[in-house]
């Protein structure tokens, strides 16, 4: 008896007791969640960007606000009014009052395009070249086709006024009280982490300000100085160029390249003069935006790299279409934000463990 060895069991791969058994139970569920996490986001997609158009465009009323309230002292909600209140005077009385002059120059624009692009591929075949027009129609749909194939139901007119009216009222809401939604957002996370979270808050709502503001004086800039310029050069359409370059200058890079095809391709169809000062006006003015406005308002609270910000722009747009385009600079600022405000956060805890006393 006293030579007989005790033989302790213990549980097998197959027992959700083993210890292997729960490291890779643990391990799956961290590839599980992921998989579905990704999954949510290519689903949930076209509302998250709803809900980032609707913060961005609530930044902006915001700001408003906040810069009448030095004018005029009066309540948040009265000054809200009015910032709404001028933006749709402003938008009725460039959309209605002009609609018909602007509606008939669109139409002669698109036929004005087409021909010089046309122009442009035979110049092309008597170098040797051997693209066709053809070509470069087939590439713009091609180009159209790819963006957007998340954001599909933005696509349709009535999907887009949907989209736009959801994120207009969202965006109301949001800035008539936005300390609101912030402390319910904060309510969510735990106590130690709901200061962090207020410090990065207010550093991206600050961001997103300076950002947009920036971005509104560039695009009265670029607009009236290429409307004004177009004008006094006696280039056509210049009313139409003049807005159109103001709305794409909400988007930086790219906007500016579609803008300057339109006012060189226009300009040449007036003639030769007509084109050289119309492809002039676009470097002035693009000039006086890159090197004056943006220095001035937008870079100095971001700071992003142009070359960033066109990689952003190029993969958010192959991924959402027309919303990521016009979204992509403001999360990538907002990424940005909180990137630094994290790594400060590292910095002061690893300054606190590295002054903590070591017991001898």
């Known amino acids: 008896m006293s030579g007989t060895k005790i033989h302790i069991e213990e549980p097998g791969p197959s027992e959700l007791r083993s210890p292997l058994v729960q490291h890779e139970i643990k391990r799956a569920g961290v590839w599980f969640a992921m998989g579905i996490a990704i999954a949510l986001l290519v689903l949930l997609a076209q509302p998250i960007l709803l809900i980032m158009g609707a913060l961005v465009l609530a930044t902006m009323m915001d700001g408003g606000t906040r810069l009448l309230g030095r004018l005029l002292p009066i309540g948040r909600g009265w000054r809200l009014c009015i910032i709404l209140i001028a933006a749709l005077t402003f938008l009725v009385y460039t959309f209605y009052l002009t609609g018909s002059s602007l509606a008939a120059q669109a139409q002669a624009m698109r036929v004005i395009v087409e021909t010089q692009i046309n122009r ?26 790819s963006l957007g194939r998340v954001t599909a139901a933005v696509g349709t007119m009535v999907g887009a006024i949907t989209s736009g009216v959801m994120m207009l009222v969202l965006a109301i809401f949001i800035a008539m009280e936005p300390k609101l939604y912030e402390r319910g957002v904060a309510w969510m996370l735990p106590m130690d982490k709901r200061g ?9 709502g600050w ?24 004008w006094a050069g006696g280039v056509p359409m210049a009313g139409l160029l003049g807005i159109l370059t103001g709305l794409f200058a909400f988007l930086p890079n790219i906007g500016s390249i579609i803008s300057g095809v339109l006012i060189v391709l226009v300009g040449f169809s007036a003639g030769a003069d007509a084109g050289l000062y119309a492809f002039g006006v676009y470097l002035a003015v693009q000039i006086v935006d890159g090197y004056l ?60 463990s590295a002054a903590v006393p070591v017991a001898g």
Do not use: H
């Open 120 to 145: 442009i591929g035979q110049w092309l075949q008597q170098l040797g070249v051997t693209t066709t027009p053809e070509d470069f129609k087939s590439l713009a749909q091609q180009a159209m086709r």
């Open 196 to 204: 962090r979270f207020y410090t990065i808050a207010d550093k991206m």
């Open 207 to 230: 961001t997103l300000r300076r950002l947009m503001f920036g971005r509104l004086i560039g695009m009265a800039v670029e607009g009236v100085g290429t409307w004004l310029l177009l």
């Open 293 to 352: 406005i943006v220095p001035m308002v937008a870079k100095r609270a971001t700071d992003l790299a142009p070359a960033l910000v066109l990689a952003a722009q190029i993969l958010f747009g192959a991924l959402f279409g027309i919303m990521g385009l016009f979204l992509a600079d403001p999360i990538v600022a907002m990424i940005k934000v909180w990137l630094e405000e994290r790594s400060k956060a590292l910095e002061v805890e690893n300054g606190r």
